[in-house]
């Protein structure tokens, strides 16, 4: 069974501060891996995607990956209180199948 | 939204009455999926499609069926509702379902769907 884990959280973070949300994977054949943000009542949308070790950034947005450890992360810089939504972590093997993470909560307070 | 319509929006019905779900794009994609959102599990594939009348199950398809006749629209049917059906429905589409790239998926708004 392929998994994909997430902390449910709530993370709670101070407005300005770095949130930083992490993903572990079962499957050591994952070839691309994804952050979606999904507010309340909404549909989930893509932050940014990362296929390769290392770190990716996007504005205020930062993936990491560690395919050795099966580790993917998400760092927030400079934390909104618009940041404050459910964060999906997402992963694919190659073709069609994308794994979803239950997603972790993230409170950013005024 | 990338122009992906979800029909109905919301809806509740009965146990064992059917229900069909339907997905309509206006961008001629070729790659439809639909999942379901239930609380502690996140999103799970249920059926997807590459193309006219070619579609795959996915990892929680039993009790689903789907159909897609032309490229614009991908219907997701319980033939009959169980109380375990009760979810939110995610239609989506990604411009590749092959690893080129990255597989994207770009979300319509949902199907809240209640079986009493």
């Known amino acids: 069974q392929k998994e994909v884990e997430q902390n449910s959280g709530p993370l709670s973070v101070p407005e300005g501060a770095i949130a930083s949300l992490n993903c572990t994977y079962s499957d050591r054949g994952s070839q691309s891996f994804f952050w979606y943000r999904q507010y309340s009542g909404k549909s989930p949308e893509l932050i940014m995607f990362i296929y390769s070790n290392g770190d990716k950034e996007d504005g205020r947005f930062t993936a990491q990956l560690n395919k050795a450890s099966q580790y993917v992360s998400l760092l927030i810089r400079d934390s909104q209180p618009s940041d404050s939504a459910t964060y999906l972590c997402a992963v694919n093997t190659g073709g069609f199948k994308t794994i979803f993470g239950a997603g972790t909560r993230l409170f950013v307070k005024a | 939204d990338a122009g992906i319509t979800q029909s109905p929006r919301h809806k509740v019905t009965e146990t064992g009455t059917p229900v069909t779900l339907r997905c309509h794009q206006t961008?001629?994609?070729?790659?439809m999926y639909w999942y379901r959102q239930d609380p502690g599990h996140g999103l799970r594939l249920i059926h997807y499609?590459?193309?006219?009348?070619?579609?795959d199950k996915g990892e929680v398809s039993d009790g689903y069926s789907v159909s897609r006749s032309k490229t614009e629209d991908f219907l997701l049917t319980l033939e009959s509702a169980t109380s375990s059906q009760t979810s939110v429905y995610f239609c989506a589409i990604s411009e590749s379902g092959q690893l080129s790239g990255a597989n994207v998926l770009t979300f319509g708004a949902g199907s809240r769907l209640t079986v009493l």
């Open positions: 961008e001629n994609h070729r790659y």
């Open positions: 499609s590459y193309g006219v009348k070619d579609t």
